[in-house]
């Protein structure tokens, strides 16, 4: 359906893709050879987890804690349709109809609707309430228990929802509003004042997440304290979710994909057990950091290495209104990052926001790229892998090299390498965008929810035959309830954290790929390897085990399988 109908197109486009690493300019060829393994028993350790952080049971009947769940949505449902009046005010005759407003009990004023669920005592409480309910250990059968009976309910939970969406953006732009103000009045003191208080936190020489912290958290806070008239509203409380998130969701890159999931025909317990099977990949590894032949083979085959290169990927990230998210995978990776946001106002407030993370020597000036745009209307492609008919962000059309299909032709094109989709988009917009406009995408992370943190998010069910799941980090909370099956695990997220994050791989190019391996022999690099891998396997052999040919199979309702195989047919 990405317009690859041919074999020997695919073979090109990753050849092509191979060559171009060869071609870049050279320098030192850096290679993380440290092995990240998947959680091996993810259920113990998250059991272990939620012991070590008083994480409470949850052991009420479950028809008590489903109404709990809609008496916390029906205590906002007011505030919610205040919204929606301002939104068809918004998109309506607004000469005409006078702007809907509402009585804020907090500040005893009368305040416009877009603001019925800024932070306030009613809805922190609520919501606060709501995640807590979701953070709690539940038993398999009491989680299942709860969720058909909320089921039932879907109107007022999809009511939920949206309030907790909206709400948390809210939430995100009084606090960016505290930290711009926070910029404004100590103007060209801010950098000196950050660096002052980080260093008075954290000790001599802070890193970037420190100062990040600083800027986002602490200063604001020690301001407000100070003078609380001047800086009202919520300083960002979830600093510290998003950091750890990051970090956890990494685990998805950095563990070859072979040997994350655990079900998997082509599974592998562990990294040793694969180079001991495919001892070629050991010694590839050890020699890349030597050879810029080898380094681009570990570059290319991060489902059989994990991807310890990132600080040379394009990240795009859809949604980008606080884009902490973004700046700590740059600080982590050193990566180039994408945003995207459909809303001008988030647009502007991460350019501001990005501007000033350059200024105080947070973020690196020109690794991030704002962009305004629906996430429909874009194409993402790699930066090495062109496609005719589409046009680059400088407004150049990229050279032919392989079809696309008709409607998505003329479109912007955002180079990705790896595509993150946020837990806020919707599903069937999500589908849309891997289906349509993520074809060529070789990679795509999806942050999603599972178990009770359904109530918050709605959850996205992979259905795209172009794309393999690979793994998932998830909640302690939803390895113990059972609602992330532990196959699928490759690590954890903190015991706080509410969202889940899969990994899904293109399988467009899976025949070119083995091809690609099965032809090394004939590589100039193979010389500088074949001495050390035959010391421990014979040639007669072959270079891959039985394991390695099983993963790059693709499924048989995949439409690249049929149309490859029905092109072999007729060949």
């Keep these: 359906s990405c317009g690859i109908n041919a074999e020997d197109v695919e073979f090109q486009n990753f050849q092509h893709y191979f060559k171009q690493i060869n071609l870049r300019e050279m320098r030192p ?45 029906r205590g906002l449902e007011h505030r919610w349709d205040l919204i929606t009046r301002y939104t068809e005010w918004l998109s309506g005759d607004r000469e005409a109809e006078k702007e809907p407003t509402f009585w804020d009990e907090s500040t005893q004023q009368l305040r416009s609707a877009k603001f019925a669920l800024a932070p306030c005592p009613l809805v922190n409480d609520s919501l606060n ?40 953006g809210s939430m995100e732009n009084e606090a960016l509003g505290i930290i711009f103000k926070t910029a404004h009045n100590l103007g060209e003191g801010l950098q000196r004042r950050v660096r ?198 400088d407004g150049t059309f990229c050279s032919p090299l392989c079809p696309l299909k008709p409607e998505l032709k003329g479109k912007v094109v955002v180079p990705t390498d790896i595509l993150d989709l946020a837990s806020a988009l919707p599903a069937d917009i999500t589908a849309k965008v891997i289906a349509e406009n993520a074809a060529f995408v070789p990679w795509i992370r999806k942050r999603n929810v599972r178990g009770m943190s359904e109530v918050l998010y709605e959850r996205f069910e992979l259905d795209d035959a172009k794309f393999r799941m690979i793994g998932e980090i998830t909640p302690p909370q939803c390895a113990v309830n059972g609602a992330t099956p532990a196959h699928l695990i490759t690590g954890l997220t903190a015991t706080w954290n509410v969202n889940s994050c899969q990994l899904y791989m293109n399988m467009s190019n899976f025949y070119s790929r083995m ?11 193979y010389d500088n390897i074949k001495l050390g891998i035959f010391q421990v396997r014979d040639e007669e052999k072959g270079l891959w085990d039985r394991r390695i040919r099983e993963f790059y199979k693709k499924p048989r309702n995949s439409p690249c399988y049929l149309s490859c195989t029905i092109e072999h047919s007729v060949a």
């Design 196 to 393: 002052d208080t980080a260093t008075e936190l954290y000790g001599v020489d802070p890193t970037q997440i420190e100062l990040l912290r600083t800027l986002v958290v602490d200063l604001p806070r020690q301001l407000q304290n100070a003078n609380p008239s001047e800086y009202p509203g919520l300083v960002f409380l979830y600093f510290e979710n998003y950091v750890h998130l990051v970090k956890a969701e990494l685990q998805l890159l950095k563990v070859p994909g072979i040997i994350q999931n655990g079900l998997g025909s082509y599974n592998y317990p562990s990294t040793e057990e694969l180079f001991s099977n495919n001892p070629v990949l050991r010694t590839i590894l050890e020699e890349s950091t030597r050879n810029p032949d080898l380094y681009s083979f570990v570059s290319s085959f991060p489902e059989l290495f994990g991807h310890r290169t990132l600080k040379d990927k394009t990240f795009t990230f859809v949604g980008a209104g606080f884009p902490l998210t973004g700046i700590v995978l740059h600080i982590e990776t050193g990566a180039s990052i994408n945003l995207i946001d459909y809303d001008i106002t988030a647009v502007e407030n991460a350019r501001r926001f990005l501007a000033l993370t350059e200024k105080l020597g947070i973020t690196t000036p020109g690794a991030f790229k704002v962009i305004h745009a629906d996430a429909r209307d874009v194409v993402y492609i790699p930066a090495e892998q062109p496609v005719h008919g589409l046009r680059m962000l």
């Design 29 to 73: 060829l850096e290679v993380d050879q440290t092995r990240v393994e998947r959680e091996s028993s993810p259920v113990t350790t998250a059991i272990r987890l939620l012991a070590s952080d008083g994480v409470p049971s949850e052991t009420r009947p479950p028809s008590q804690i489903a109404t709990e769940f809609l008496t916390l949505s």
């Design 515 to 525: 091809d690609f391996l099965d032809s090394i022999r004939n590589r100039p690099f």
């Design 129 to 168: 309430k709501t995640v807590n309910l979701t953070l709690r250990k539940y038993s398999r059968s009491r989680y299942r228990a709860v969720m058909r009976q909320l089921k039932e309910r879907k109107s007022e939970i999809t009511t939920l929802r949206n309030i907790c969406i909206h709400a948390e």
